[in-house]
């Protein structure tokens, strides 16, 4: 669900441990850069000013510095949150106990889960990938506003719908695409949700993704990953540094991600 970027907001500061092993702190996240966010998250873009201030009403506003954790994978979920600056970071353990990413999220996006969404425990941990603020509401006030408002209930169910049609076309791409196809639809998406196109110089990435959260995200190997990628680089693909990676032949990539298709 790539979105558009929220104007800049107050930067997130001090902090205070809460019940629920959560470690945040109310934010003063402006409400212009509220709004600005609710209107662009998929279930409620698109609804009038004043339906968007009573969703804004029943959200509390929380913070993270970056590695803080959000919730766990196995926890309860009792909660859906909207990142609104910042970047989160979605991650599973594998069965070797390897910490492994699946997405990263940027302002507008949705995630977390509730037993109205279908799932009663969180699948997956988020953290806080840099220093972030999210909205957050629980499940009896997300029910409210269902109940409130059909439309959202609807785009709930088109998602949900949407969600297990994409879980299972990964599935069967896992097994068909190679390494190479992988990263490289891997990049273009993180491009796209994340890049800026700086002309000549190709797309900037200024994230701090390891290998392994690439391979995570590619569903790969950080061993396979580093291969493909420093050939790449040779080729003149891309160039990467200490937290930065640039794509500087998004054609060729694009070409590398259906290949074999």
């Known amino acids: 669900m790539s979105t558009e970027q929220s104007p800049a907001g107050t930067a997130p500061q001090g902090r205070r441990t809460i019940p629920l092993t959560e470690i945040t702190l109310p934010h003063q996240c402006p409400k212009p850069v509220r709004m600005y966010v609710l209107a662009r998250a998929p279930y409620f873009a698109g609804l009038g000013?004043?339906?968007l201030e009573g969703i804004d009403a029943r959200m509390s506003t929380l913070t993270f510095a970056p590695e803080e954790r959000l919730y766990r994978e196995g926890e309860p979920a009792r909660a859906l949150y909207v990142v609104a600056?910042?970047?989160?970071?979605l991650?599973?353990?594998?069965?070797?106990?390897?910490?492994?990413v699946t997405d990263l999220l940027v302002p507008g996006e949705?995630?977390?889960a509730m037993s109205t969404l279908g799932r009663t425990h969180h699948h997956q941990t988020a953290s806080a990938l840099v220093g972030t603020c999210v909205l957050r509401i629980d499940q009896n006030d997300f029910r409210a506003v269902l109940a409130e408002q059909p439309r959202i209930a609807l785009r709930v169910l088109d998602d949900v719908a949407d969600r297990l049609h994409r879980a299972e076309s990964a599935v069967g791409s896992r097994s068909t695409a190679s390494v190479e196809q992988r990263v490289a639809a891997t990049l273009l998406r993180l491009?796209?949700?994340?890049?800026e196109d700086r002309?000549?110089?190709g797309i900037m990435l200024e994230v701090p993704l390891s290998r392994a959260d690439l391979a995570g995200l590619a569903r790969s190997t950080p061993e396979s990953v580093s291969r493909?990628?420093?050939?790449?680089?040779?080729?003149?693909?891309i160039d990467s540094g200490r937290r930065w990676t640039a794509l500087?032949?998004?054609?060729?990539?694009?070409?590398?991600?259906t290949a074999g298709t």
């Not at 493909?228 to 693909?237: E, I």
């Open 49 to 51: 000013e004043e339906v």
């Open 85 to 89: 600056e910042g970047r989160i970071k």
């Open 91 to 100: 991650s599973q353990v594998s069965a070797s106990g390897t910490e492994t």
């Open 110 to 112: 949705l995630f977390g």
């Open 191 to 195: 491009a796209d949700k994340l890049g």
């Open 199 to 201: 002309g000549a110089d």
């Open 228 to 237: 493909v990628m420093s050939r790449w680089k040779k080729d003149g693909l």
């Open 248 to 257: 500087l032949d998004r054609e060729r990539l694009e070409e590398l991600s």
